[in-house]
Structures are given as structure tokens and as C-alpha cells.
């Protein structure tokens, strides 16, 4: 954080913080928290779409932040995003057809009509027809320009996808089909997922093993099956208990959070979540607890577990 004439220094956001987790392939990995905790800023650290200050990040077992712009540039066929509003992540000065195919002709691949005739291809696998090439982004709905940016997405074959909220935009009709989309697309090209979203029903259905992260930092990490049947952290407790449910007696043991989530700029001492934590205890004020392994491949960061 800058101020005055000079633009002197008085000030630093952690916007992610000690982040740590990794993906095996074909793995669907889910990051989950509320808006504003970190969630966007690691995937783009990822994809080096903005630059860490600090850390690794390993791609097929290579470091990528020491790469070259070169070699960074060759490495993004393999790693691909798909943005949370399909409307302003699609050029409106764009025919379909030429956006789904500018990573191809960004890279130089195929001809002319080999290009066209995989557009056509990829836009049928994601639900579209052909005929879409020669429309415009404004004449579709939002479901349609979420299909058109998953096929930009599929477009050069890539073995890691990010979806930064790729369904929030989306009515709840068309939420599920884009969903099982995503699903059925992963076991026909053998994708790897990092799946990012504030929904933790979307999440539950969706990945193999989430991160659950507050301010900056992951407070509770397990495969999704355990960590939606016994979560740990009441961070976690608080966002399972928000999933909309038919179950009277579940709506009954609904968590409130107290307060809003803390700024970043000045993060509360100790454990960042014990503003709002009904368990907090003394310690938890003055000291950050260990992210510990609590049972096999479910890690917690809390003093109440």
C-alpha cells in the first residue's frame, strides 16, 4: 500500500498467506470461502496471471515462477482458466468462431479450415451448433457464453483447467448443466480441475478434496467426503450449514457467522478467525494455530480441535 507524493510504502495486504495443497491428475480440487479471502488471487498466482511476491508453484513437477517468458508462454497450452463472468471474459468485437479459435492461431496451429472445422467440433461437444460461430457474444444467453468459454478453454488440450466461480453467474437451471458438463468433459479429455467458488453445495458435488480458506489462509483441507460429514474448523461447519436444505431439522441447526470478515490490510492478531469464532478461546487471540493433521489427509487449523 502506497501513499503521498513519494508514494512511500505504509502498508502490505497478505491477499494469500501460507497457501499449500496439491493436485494429482484427473484430481477435481475445490477451493471454498467467502468473497474477498483469497480464493481468485491464488489461482492467478498459479497461472502467473499476477506475479507472487513469495513461494513456489510446481507444474508437472517443474518450478514455473523462475520460467522465462518464453517458457511460460509455451507452458500455457497445458494450463487454462475459465473466468466467473462469461460476459466480460468475451471480446464483444468477436465472432464466436474467432474467439474459440484465437488460442489456435495465437500459437500458430493448423490452417484456416482445420481451425474452423475444430470450432465447429468443440463447439458441438460443449452443447452449442455450428451455426454460433458467426453470432456475437451479445446474442447469447449467459449459459451459452459460459459453453463458449469452456471450449476456448478445451481449445489447445490442456491438462489443468481453473474455473474461477464458473457457474455463480449462472441461473440454478443452467448451473447443473454447465456442472455436469464440467464432469463429463473431465473423464472424455482426462482434465484436472481447480475448481474456485463461495457455493459449498457446488464445491461438495463437484471436487475430490477442498481447501476451505479465510483471509489468506487455508483453515481446513480433506477430501470432500469426510470434510462434508464431519468438518472440523467452525469456519467450515458455518459454510456447510449455509447449502439451502428441504430438512427442517437441519435448517434448525443453521451457523451465523458474527460480524464480516475481516480486513486484510489489518488482520486480527493471532487466529484470523476468532472475531467471529463461537469456540474462541484465550490463546486463540494471541496465537495462530499449527494447520495440523487431525486424521489421515484431513489438516485443521484451529486451537479448538
Known amino acids: 500500500m502506497r501513499k503521498g507524493f513519494f508514494s512511500r510504502i505504509v502498508n502490505h495486504v497478505y491477499a494469500v498467506d501460507g497457501v499449500s495443497f496439491h493436485m494429482d491428475p484427473g484430481m477435481i480440487f475445490g477451493l471454498v470461502g467467502e468473497s474477498g479471502c483469497g ?28 520460467l522465462s517468458k518464453e517458457e511460460m508462454r509455451k507452458l500455457r497450452k ?39 472445422d475444430r470450432v465447429a467440433f468443440l463447439l458441438e461437444k460443449v452443447g452449442l451448433r455450428p451455426g454460433d460461430m458467426k453470432r456475437y457474444p ?36 443452467i448451473r ?10 473431465k473423464e472424455e479429455y482426462h482434465l484436472t480441475y481447480l475448481i474456485i467458488s463461495h ?29 462434508c460429514k464431519y468438518p472440523a474448523h467452525p469456519y467450515t461447519q458455518a459454510l456447510i450449514s449455509a447449502i439451502p436444505s428441504v ?8 451457523v451465523l457467522l458474527e460480524g464480516d470478515i475481516p480486513s486484510p490490510m489489518h488482520p486480527p492478531s493471532g487466529c484470523h478467525f476468532h ?16 494447520f495440523r493433521e487431525i486424521q489421515t489427509n484431513h489438516y485443521v487449523s484451529c486451537h479448538s480441535v
Not at 176 to 185: P, R, V
Not at 275 to 285: S, T
Request: include cysteine.
Open 275 to 290: 472475531p467471529r469464532c463461537v469456540r474462541r478461546k484465550e490463546i486463540c487471540g494471541n496465537e495462530d494455530p499449527n
Open 39 to 66: 480464493k481468485t488471487t491464488t489461482a492467478r498466482a498459479i497461472l502467473r496471471l499476477v506475479e507472487p511476491t513469495a513461494g513456489q508453484v510446481y507444474f508437472d513437477q517443474k518450478e514455473i515462477l523462475g
Open 78 to 116: 497445458d494450463m487454462q482458466i475459465i473466468y466467473q463472468d462469461p460476459y466480460s471474459s468475451l471480446s464483444p468485437r468477436m465472432t464466436i468462431e474467432d474467439i474459440v479459435g484465437e488460442p489456435m492461431e495465437i500459437f500458430e496451429l493448423f490452417d484456416p479450415k482445420e481451425r474452423k
Open 199 to 227: 457455493d459449498f453445495g457446488v464445491i461438495a458435488y463437484l471436487c475430490d478434496r477442498v481447501g476451505v480458506m479465510y483471509l489468506g489462509k487455508i483453515v481446513e483441507m480433506a477430501d470432500s467426503s469426510v470434510i
Open 138 to 173: 451479445h446474442e447469447l444467453s449467459g449459459g451459452q457464453r459460459q459453453r463458449v468459454s469452456i471450449a476456448r478453454a478445451l481449445m489447445l488440450n490442456p491438462k489443468l483447467i481453473i474455473g474461477d466461480e464458473p457457474v455463480s453467474a449462472l441461473d440454478l437451471s
Open 176 to 185: 447443473s448443466q454447465i456442472i455436469n458438463l464440467l464432469l463429463d468433459l
Open 247 to 254: 430438512d427442517p431439522d437441519l435448517r434448525e441447526k443453521r
